[in-house]
């Protein structure tokens, strides 16, 4: 091919093997298709994912059905629970008292808390089409982290009443007057709140490119993690500690009960100390496994990729909110 520009004349020489040459200066491009093909793959390979397939229960449509009337019938028992809670504290005076002021949020909490972990759970089991957007997918963890965070608070708070009203009971309209009650629910609402948009931004800062099938029900750090293409150490770092900050909480509670049976211990009728501690039984229990599976769940090294991370996640979904009374 010439080219005459000003009476000068260059000759280009296509070669094949896709060497370009100009024939009168020094520029050349070697292997010049090679170099966009190159460039081509890499772009594809490193396309950013905007959108996630959650693979839930990978059983037979028999067990699919079966689970998901399970889930199902668990929500109803949640719902049932604990609206009749709240209409219960509502009607009767006599209930109107900084434990059931706690409980009352703790049940509008696990009201609001269901639906965001449910809907998901029984999107994965029925649906074939199980995608989710990269912004549908933040939004519902934050809101799940939100709820939990807020929970693991209201926990904390549920036992140091229960401190006060048996270990400080001449203490105990001061410790928990209207106002402080009212404090302690908004802290720990706000810690919460924290907790999630920490946890939030730095997961949703990720790069995920190529791999999008997350191994759960529904977004959670630790499978967002695994599918990072990039590294993840600072965010499980940041995840441990976060982790760790709220798990510590149980550290406290513990000190409170204690003091608790301990104080229980020195009631001198066998009645009188099962009725004092059966106020807590249900709490205890609660506790038990909602610090159980969290800490399994994200505290413990290598639960990323445990493969019963998704049979764990229904207790602290699902099963602890229908505990929770």
């Known amino acids: 091919m010439k080219s005459k ?85 509502e009607i009767d005076s006599r209930l109107h008292t900084p434990v059931y002021f706690f409980l009352r949020n703790l049940s509008c909490l696990d009201l609001s808390a269901t639906p965001q972990s449910l809907l998901p759970k029984l999107t994965t089991v029925l649906s074939k089409e199980k995608k989710i ?20 608070f209201f926990l904390t708070v549920m036992a140091y009443d229960r401190f006060s009203a048996i270990c400080s009971p001449f203490l ?29 931004g730095f997961t949703f800062s990720l790069h995920f490119c190529g791999e999008n099938r997350l191994e759960h029900f529904f977004c959670d750090v630790p499978v967002m993690i695994k599918i990072s293409c990039i590294d993840t150490l600072v965010n499980e770092i940041v995840l441990f500690i976060l982790s760790a900050l709220i798990i510590t909480t149980t550290t406290v509670i513990l000190v409170f009960y204690v003091h608790i049976l301990s104080t229980v211990l020195k009631i001198p009728s066998t009645h009188g100390r099962c009725k004092t501690f059966s106020t807590c039984s249900s709490h205890i229990t609660v506790v038990s496994l909602f610090y159980g599976t969290v800490f399994f769940t994200y505290a413990q090294p290598g639960a990323i990729s445990s493969p019963k991370s998704k049979v764990i996640a229904v207790f602290y979904t699902l099963v602890i909110p229908m505990l929770n009374l």
């Open 5 to 89: 520009d000003s009476g000068y004349c260059e000759e280009w020489n296509f070669q094949d093997n896709g060497i370009i040459t100009r024939e009168g200066s020094h520029v050349s491009f070697l292997n010049f298709k090679n170099v966009l093909a190159t460039k081509s793959e890499l772009n594809r390979n490193y396309s950013e994912v905007t959108e996630f397939i959650l693979l839930g229960f990978r059983t037979s449509p028999e067990v699919q059905i079966l689970l998901f009337f399970l889930f199902l019938l668990i929500y109803v028992v949640i719902v049932l629970r604990n609206h009749s809670m709240l209409v219960v504290i």
């Open 133 to 152: 957007s990269h912004n549908d997918c933040a939004t519902q963890f934050f809101f799940f982290a939100l709820f939990v965070g807020t929970e693991d």
């Open 172 to 200: 105990y309209t001061i410790r928990m007057s209207q106002q402080a009650c009212l404090c302690l629910v908004v802290g720990s609402s706000i810690c919460g709140c924290i907790n999630s948009m920490i946890q939030t």
